[in-house]
């Protein structure tokens, strides 16, 4: 106990000389602020929109953003041209030796309670954002925050009456009292203890009687003031007045506003997603929350698959000089011949329809990750979608491309091997025996092809289609449209490694030929 004491002390110690030397970018100009922390980069886009929907409701109160090391000097500039006063500190370290290891910084949080330049300040989390003023909060006692559904105390808004002692109380308490969560939230439920038991806040309540009334230590703010979309997320709709929200706080993990692909998920994120297009350019190429670094990689992720494709097809058109020549219902008698008498002619390998199928899928999980993590997150979602497209298509189409081309040489090579000609069974008509190389414009690779990017793109569109904005409805037709566009690719990865592998047993003597084949 004693060890944990001194180390308590120490602790407090080397807290208070960090805040003193804390620099600040930017002019106090009220006695009472909106708060919020930023750790790095990645969560500037964050900070912006809030600032910006804070700023909508007309306030004249500071807003003041305390920045870590991990913050760059660019991002708080762009900061300081939004109106924010940027005040750098250095991140307070968890105590707790159990803990999630992005909860090292946490307790920082906890520098709110000394900024006693302040009479009181809101503190809200980077992932929320304002919808309606939030002044009233500023009558809110020496300490509010609000209560979610496991009765717990919930960090994300919270209204402090700033006080040295009362920080350095907390300072000595920090390796002591126990935290639930490993983090600052589990620690402030175990220091406000009793905090279940306060009243609610009541901003409508005189000013008379306010004044009449014995300072509470703490008090209750409603659900108004913190939304959970965890909660909208159950129940597709607000357990509350919709048009009475105060503050909406994106609490689902991974599911941050920033990241294109929640707007497709989650409703309210389009509430985000319109304040971040009226961000103005306080600095060159940063209008509408745009990242002047992204720009020029979002052109080059836009044009590369489009030169690629067409690099790719000039080869195999110049290759072969042949245009279209299959007929889709020869090529489907000819997958029925093959299914009837599998050996028929060319011993096709028993387990090439297996093998095709699963490097298909293999091709579609690779293309779809590399995709997923060279498209950058927090470009605006249509173009996050345009991007998630255009690459995966380009990468299958090439991968699975590549191994269709495989499968014709293979063919050829037995072809070549076995001296077989052709069976006659198989020759449904002279007019379509390819002499030369094989099709770049098959209509059977087309017909496969437009199949499967229909159903692909059909698959997440037919929520929005028809109106259906719960996540698990969404979720569900995603499910049901994937096995559907799971069963259309092992057909036809099956029928095109079978007829490519036929055409390079027909094509035996020909010149091989440089196609990419999909």
């Known amino acids: ?50 600032g910006k929907s804070i700023r909508d409701t007309g306030t004249k109160k500071d807003m003041v953003v305390l920045v870590s090391d991990g913050v760059s ?22 105590p707790n030796q159990v803990r999630p290891t992005r909860f090292w910084g946490v307790y920082t949080k906890l520098k709110i309670f000394n900024m006693t330049n302040y009479k009181k300040v809101v503190y809200l989390d980077v992932d929320t954002i304002v919808v309606k003023s ?66 609610v806040f009541e901003p409508s309540l005189p000013q008379e009687v306010r004044k009449s009334r014995p300072v509470p230590s703490m008090e209750r703010l409603s659900t108004l003031y913190n939304a959970d ?42 509430i985000w997603q319109n304040v971040r297009e009226q961000l103005p350019e306080t600095l060159p190429g940063t209008g509408g929350g745009r990242n002047p670094n992204d720009e020029l990689l979002v052109k080059l992720l836009f044009l590369l698959p489009l030169i690629a494709l067409l690099f790719s097809y000039y080869l195999s058109f110049h290759q072969t000089r042949v245009f ?29 329809g297996g093998v095709s199928i699963i490097m298909c899928f293999v091709c579609a999980l690779v293309a779809f990750a590399i995709s997923l993590s060279i498209v950058p997150r927090q470009v605006m979602p249509w173009t996050g979608l345009l991007l998630m497209y255009e690459w995966p298509f380009t990468i299958f189409i090439l991968s699975f491309g590549g191994f269709l081309h495989f499968t014709y040489s293979w063919g050829k090579m037995t072809a070549a091997a076995s001296q077989v000609s052709v069976s006659a069974d198989y020759e449904f008509g002279k007019g ?58 092992t057909y036809a990865s099956e029928h095109l490694a079978i007829r490519s592998f036929f055409k390079g047993f027909q094509d035996r003597d020909a010149t091989p030929a440089m196609s990419i084949r999909v």
Not at 455 to 473: D, E, N, Q, R, W
């Open 324 to 352: 279209c020549r299959n007929s889709l219902f020869d090529d489907h008698i000819r997958h029925l011949y093959y299914k009837i008498r599998p050996n028929g002619y060319a011993k096709v390998p028993a387990y090439l």
């Open 1 to 50: 106990m004693m060890k944990l004491s001194t180390f308590g002390a120490l602790f407090m110690l080397i807290e208070l000389v960090s805040i003193q030397s804390g620099v600040s970018l930017g002019s106090q100009k009220t006695d009472q602020a909106y708060v919020t922390l930023l750790y790095g980069d990645e969560l500037l886009l964050g900070v912006r929109v809030l």
């Open 432 to 489: 379509h025996h390819h002499r030369r190389g094989s099709s770049s414009c098959d209509v059977a690779t087309w017909y496969y092809g437009l199949g499967m990017a229909f159903l692909a793109v059909a698959t997440p569109s037919l929520p929005c289609i028809f109106g259906i904005t719960a996540l698990f409805a969404r979720l569900g037709f995603v499910v049901a449209g994937g096995i559907i566009l799971a069963s259309f690719m």
């Open 134 to 199: 939030i002044e009233d909060l500023f009558k809110c006692s020496k300490f509010c925050a609000n209560l979610k559904h496991s009765e717990r105390l919930n960090s994300g808004v919270m209204v402090v009456e700033p006080s040295q002692s009362v920080f350095n109380d907390m300072m000595s308490k920090v390796t002591t009292l126990h935290s639930y969560t490993g983090g600052d939230q589990g620690f402030l439920n175990s220091y406000y203890s009793e905090f279940p038991n306060a009243h």
């Open 229 to 270: 979309v965890g909660l909208y997320m159950l129940a597709n709709k607000w357990m509350v007045n919709e048009t009475r929200l105060h503050v909406i706080h994106y609490t689902l993990g991974p599911l941050k506003p920033w990241d294109w692909w929640t707007s497709w998920l989650l409703k309210p994120v389009d």
């Open 73 to 94: 000097n660019y991002g708080m500039k762009l900061l300081q041209a939004d109106g924010w006063i940027v005040e750098k500190i250095s991140l307070l370290a968890n």
